[in-house]
């Protein structure tokens, strides 16, 4: 079993105030709704995230505010997560509750979804703070990962422009 660190339990103003946070758009050839039923399903995740293995609801459905899950990703990093937004069709947020690694001080993903004459466009936010040598690094680290975020959007526009199989 993995060893989980607890995060701080951060609330969507943490996009205001974070040490780090990143911000990146793109625009998506589904109706808002379908862009977010993609987001809600715990199996497009992988497709589209490529750091991300598995991701996995830890409560029953229907999921909202408050639902939590689990998400695997490479390197062996775990995050126990919960819903802070759960709007279908415009805006999903959640937070790391804990971290696999000790480095994550607090952690927040919001994905706001407008609609556009073509389908919608998606601003995906990431906010984010690190502790120990890895806080020490965020400087050089935070472009690279930038990077790693935009190329995941596109990632997902290409998945959704080809359609999402069941």
């Known amino acids: 079993m993995t060893t989980l660190h607890p995060c701080r339990p951060v609330e969507l103003d943490y996009l205001d105030t974070a040490p780090a946070v ?10 808002p709704e379908e862009l977010f039923e993609v987001l809600a399903r715990a199996d497009t995740w992988p497709r589209w995230a490529s750091v991300i293995t598995d991701v996995e609801y830890t409560s029953p459905e229907p999921h909202g505010v408050g639902t939590t899950r689990v998400v695997t990703m490479r390197g062996g990093i775990v995050g126990d997560e919960e819903f802070l937004a759960w709007e279908p069709g415009r805006h999903l947020a ?9 480095a994550l001080s607090a952690f927040l993903e919001d994905y706001r979804i407008e609609p556009t004459a073509t ?3 998606l601003t995906w936010t990431l906010a984010q703070e690190l502790a120990g040598p890895s806080k020490v690094f965020a400087p050089l680290t935070g472009p690279l990962c930038d990077l790693a975020f935009r190329r995941f959007l596109k990632n997902l526009q290409r998945l959704t422009s080809a359609g999402v199989p069941a």
Not at 22 to 31: E, Y
Not at 94 to 102: E, K, L, P, Q, V
């Open 119 to 121: 389908g919608c466009r």
């Open 94 to 102: 959640f937070r790391f509750n804990a971290s696999s690694t000790s």
């Open 22 to 31: 990143f911000s990146n758009s793109v625009d998506i050839a589904l109706s």
